[in-house]
């Protein structure tokens, strides 16, 4: 999941959201040359040490003076040029830098205090940003800039302003304007509460030695019973998964997966459904039939119309395929169950894993043995390092947590950008795996900054985490190569957002590659991951990939449905099992409330459809490497250059062209879903 702490509402406050937070614009950086040449110590980042009551002055000291800026802005009356408006603009972007992390701090950071005054600041923030995109004295400047003899960036920087702010309401009479703004701060504080009671709520199952056969031996040394004999087991993933696809006990299956499916519940429940109809009310004062129309406004897929056919489409295209891995997976469950009618969801990871090990030889306990994370952390650098010819080096600074490590990319001997890796889990922090662009890098100014929070074992991992790796890693380096513009509204991840899951997806694709698996998963005694084992994981890999994507298809309707509806008329338990029965290949599971701990519902609202619309673009990019080798350096650079490198400074589609040497095509990704 990409974090990229965009506020959804105008493009002025992604500018200034994107920018991330470093030192002071007037601290120097010690130079390569000044530090051993294996480690950084370069000054940059956040103080992490920081108390909430300090964080708290540095927000309010850093908005005072960025809203002084903008008054400045607003006031100003020579003539509008690029470099009068946006220089004095991206100023102020420099200012919000200070307090970039608060973003990321809210999710990560273990002090409480800190978490709830990041949250605080966060909403400042947002508000302040909202005020940006409502001002008329600001549209005018940007409207007053002569765009003869800009380039074609700088114009596509320009016209896209213009229409985020006529998107934000700017043509709007005061008191619709003040309205607007009212409802974005409240949107922002509920969406806050919502995910903060999902991050929260970590729920137990109890349970006994003796139902926790199947389970590796690491596994089971790991959840030895108290002095009751009791055992419990988490709904975090290092528990979570293991039991769901290795655990024999039914019955333990089903209670942790109904434990996972109620988080946030019930107060989610209520909390959702204020967070849509804000959003609703919202969106019919712009002017827009509903929140989906809102927000689809300037993607590539343009509108709720072009993805539900895209969803379509592909539901369509797998559909013979996910009935022939359903039957297989019922015709498996009747060796346990002959009564079974339908296969559940908390059976579905344990019964593909079955016939994995029955039909395809394949042993995914044998799999994990290759797949120690230290391993897996150093070889996704070397394939970073071999792919794109740059060397990751430990950054020696301060960070939030003992846990957490810090890295510096360099290129040529010189930095290009820096990260924090907080990869095990803990109580409160974010549950999931997700990537946060701290700082986006400015051509000659500043390098990217990024972290990403992940909940992974210490010890040995499925290779389905090892892909979950790779691809937030994909969201890191698109950060680390995309500081390639001088202007913030053009730099860093600043394409159309139903692009940016692309890239990472596409960089899954090596963790299939026997060359690449080689490299660096090897077992206890160090002896390299078999061919033959590979090959077998690679036969199977497609196995109910026709299904998991059938589920998919599924989050995507539920967030498109949610945000489509009139609040009025949306029951979002009936809404939930309608949806379930149409595209999920799993009934509904009675008590259960999946919404409200489906996190995308806040940060992607309608537009869950992009992990399908990008996947479909990144098979089309994929498609250069299939043909031409995955290891072809020339590729990679044209891709880093053409693609990553591009940012924002052109629309995602024409880079794509750009790389392939056509336009783009969603047909590559149907074609793979029709031959399963």
């Known amino acids: 999941m990409l974090n990229r702490n965009v506020f959804t509402f105008t493009a002025i406050a992604t500018a200034l959201v ?383 947590h003992e846990d957490v490590t810090a890295w510096e990319v360099r290129e040529n001997g010189e930095a290009i950008g820096r990260f924090y890796l907080d990869m095990h889990p803990r109580e409160n922090k974010y549950k999931h795996a997700a990537h946060w662009t701290l700082r986006s890098g400015l051509k000659g100014e500043q390098v990217p900054l990024s972290g990403l929070a992940t909940n992974f074992p210490k010890g040995l991992m499925e290779h389905n985490q090892v892909e979950t790796f790779l691809h937030e890693f994909g969201h890191l380096l698109h950060n680390m190569f995309s500081g390639t513009q001088e202007w913030f509204d053009i730099t860093g991840m600043s394409m159309e957002r139903d692009f940016v899951e692309a890239p990472s997806q596409m960089l899954e694709e090596w963790i299939w590659d026997l060359e690449t698996l080689q490299s660096f998963a090897t077992n206890a005694e160090g002896q390299p991951i078999p061919a033959e084992l590979v090959e077998k994981m690679n036969r199977a890999r497609y196995f109910t990939t026709a299904m998991n994507t059938a589920q998919q298809i599924f989050y995507a309707n539920i967030s498109l449905a949610f945000y489509s509806t009139d609040p009025a008329e949306l029951d979002l338990l009936a809404s939930l099992q309608a949806l379930q029965d149409k595209y999920s290949p799993y009934p509904y599971m009675e008590g259960t409330y999946f919404y409200n701990n489906f996190g995308h519902l806040n940060g992607y609202s309608s537009n869950y459809y992009i992990y399908q619309w990008s996947l479909a673009i990144a098979t089309d990019l994929f498609s250069r490497f299939e043909e031409e080798g995955m290891r072809n350096a020339k590729v990679a650079k044209e891709y880093r250059d053409l693609v990553l490198g591009s940012a924002g400074s052109k629309p995602a589609a024409q880079f794509v062209e750009a790389f392939l040497g056509r336009p783009f095509s969603t047909q590559a990704y149907i074609d793979l879903l029709s031959n399963l």
Request: glycine share 4%; net charge negative.
């Open 18 to 400: 994107l920018s991330g937070c470093a030192k002071d614009a007037s601290t120097p950086e010690p130079s390569v040359a000044e530090t051993p040449a294996a480690v950084s110590t370069a000054v940059d980042g956040w103080d992490y040490s920081m108390p909430a009551d300090q964080l708290a002055a540095l927000c309010d000291q850093t908005l005072e003076t960025a809203k002084s800026q903008f008054a400045a802005i607003e006031a100003d009356t020579s003539e509008a040029t690029l470099e009068s408006v946006y220089g004095a603009y991206d100023d102020m972007g420099r200012t919000l830098q200070k307090m970039q992390h608060v973003w990321h701090m809210k999710s990560v950071h273990p002090d409480a205090a800190v978490r709830d005054t990041a949250t605080a600041c966060a909403e400042q923030y947002s508000d302040f940003a909202s005020g940006i995109g409502l001002s008329r004295a600001f549209y005018n400047r940007v409207a007053a800039i002569d765009t003869v003899g800009l380039t074609d960036s700088e114009r596509l920087m320009v016209n896209n302003q213009l229409r985020s702010f006529r998107q934000a309401g700017v043509d709007k009479d005061e008191a619709t304007r003040d309205k607007v703004r009212a409802l974005r701060k409240e949107i922002t504080e509920i969406g806050n509460r919502f995910d903060q009671a999902i991050r929260e709520d970590t729920r137990y199952v109890e349970t006994t030695a003796d139902a926790l056969d199947g389970l590796p031996q690491d596994y089971l040394d790991a959840h030895q019973p108290d002095e009751n004999g009791v055992i419990r087991i988490s709904t975090d993933y290092p528990d979570y998964f293991p039991v769901m696809r290795y655990g024999h006990n039914d019955d333990l299956r089903k209670a942790l997966s109904e434990a996972r499916l109620t988080i946030g519940s019930p107060q989610n429940g209520e909390t959702l459904k204020e967070l849509i109809a804000k959003r609703h009310e919202l969106a019919q004062l712009l002017g827009y039939e509903n929140f989906a129309a809102y927000s689809m406004d300037g993607m590539m897929i343009e509108n709720p119309a072009n993805a539900k056919t895209f969803l379509d489409e592909v539901g369509v295209a797998l559909k013979k395929a996910a009935e022939k891995d359903l039957s297989i997976l019922l015709e498996r469950q009747h060796q346990i169950d002959p009564s079974a009618e339908r296969i559940q969801v908390w059976q579905s990871s344990y019964l593909s894993n079955l016939v994995r090990e029955e039909q395809y030889a394949l042993d995914s306990k044998q799999v994990r043995e290759y797949f120690a994370f230290d391993k897996v952390q150093q070889g996704i650098f070397d394939l970073t390092e071999s792919l794109f010819g740059v060397e990751i080096v430990p950054w020696q600074t301060q960070t939030w």
